[in-house]
């Protein structure tokens, strides 16, 4: 049985803000998996997850997939990714990291590197 991943509702003012006010890379992205274009596997965006908003989560595979932008650079922004993924990944969440420039020059590869981790995930029963 998969654990429920608590969130905290107040955050779900501010997902639906970030819906509204979206980057082009998270547009990008965004116009390859809503309905179910991946795959099949229905993805939310800006989807509240313990104290967190992430990018792109699928709830089935247990995937986030995130997009870093240049304030990903910097070293304090960095460290608190890293904390933050590693609470969310303790709840069996794993996940795929991709920076804009990625998405905005190279989304054919992008979205076969989600499509082969989706594949891999299906072949190895691991969801």
Same mark, same amino acid.
């Given at each position: 049985m998969r654990k429920i991943i608590p969130y905290d509702s107040n955050l779900k003012i501010i997902a639906k803000r970030l819906r509204q006010n979206a980057t082009l890379s998270e547009v990008i992205l965004w116009k390859h998996l809503h309905q179910k274009k991946m795959l099949g596997y229905d993805f939310d965006r800006q989807k509240p997850i313990l104290n967190y908003i992430v990018d792109f989560y699928c709830k089935e595979l247990?995937? @986030? &997939?995130?997009?870093?932008?240049?304030?990903?650079?910097?070293?304090?922004?960095?460290?608190?990714? @890293? &904390?933050?993924?590693?609470e969310i990944e303790q709840y069996g969440v794993e996940f795929l990291r991709f920076s804009n420039k990625q998405i905005k020059y190279d989304i054919l590869n992008v979205l076969f590197e989600i499509e082969t981790w989706i594949e891999n995930k299906i072949d190895n029963k691991t969801f």
């Open positions: 247990r995937l @986030v &997939i995130e997009i870093d932008g240049d304030s990903h650079n910097h070293e304090e922004a960095y460290k608190a990714d @890293v &904390i933050r993924q590693t």
